[in-house]
C-alpha cells in the first residue's frame, strides 16, 4: 500500500504564491507517474498538473506558465510551486501516486484558498 502525504496550502491573497509537497510512503514499487489534482466545491475532481518517471510534465491549461511541478524519482516526492494565484484556483489539492500506469493512490488532501 502507498501512502501519499501531502504538506503546504493554505490561504494567500490573489496575486500571491503558495508551494505543495507530497511524499510517498509504503510498499513503494512501480511509480509510473505523481501529480495534483483539485477539486472545487461543487465541481470535479481535476488534473492540475503531473511527472512521470521519465521527467515528463502535464499541465492543465488554466494553470499553465503560473504552476511548476517538480519531482525527485529517488525519494518519491513531488512538488507544486504555485504562483500568480486567482481566487478560481481555491480547491482542496490532492497529491496522486500512480502505479503500474492503472493504480492510483490519493492524498488526504489539502486546503488552497486565495481571496481576491
Known amino acids: 500500500q502507498v501512502q501519499p502525504v501531502e504538506s503546504g496550502g493554505g490561504l494567500v491573497q490573489a496575486g500571491g504564491s503558495l508551494s505543495l509537497s507530497c511524499a510517498a510512503s509504503?510498499?513503494?514499487?512501480?511509480?509510473?507517474?505523481m501529480g495534483w489534482y483539485r477539486q472545487a466545491p461543487g465541481k470535479q475532481r481535476e488534473l492540475v498538473a503531473r511527472i512521470n518517471k521519465d521527467g515528463n510534465t502535464d499541465y492543465a491549461d488554466s494553470v499553465k506558465g503560473r504552476f511548476t511541478i517538480s519531482g525527485d524519482n529517488a525519494k518519491n516526492t513531488v512538488d507544486l510551486q504555485m504562483n500568480s494565484l486567482k481566487p478560481e484556483d481555491t480547491a482542496v489539492y490532492y497529491c496522486?501516486?500512480?502505479?503500474?500506469?492503472?493504480?492510483?493512490?490519493w492524498g488526504q488532501g489539502t486546503q488552497v484558498t486565495v481571496s481576491s
Open positions: 496522486n501516486v500512480n502505479a503500474f500506469g492503472s493504480v492510483d493512490y
Open positions: 509504503g510498499n513503494i514499487f512501480g511509480i509510473n507517474a
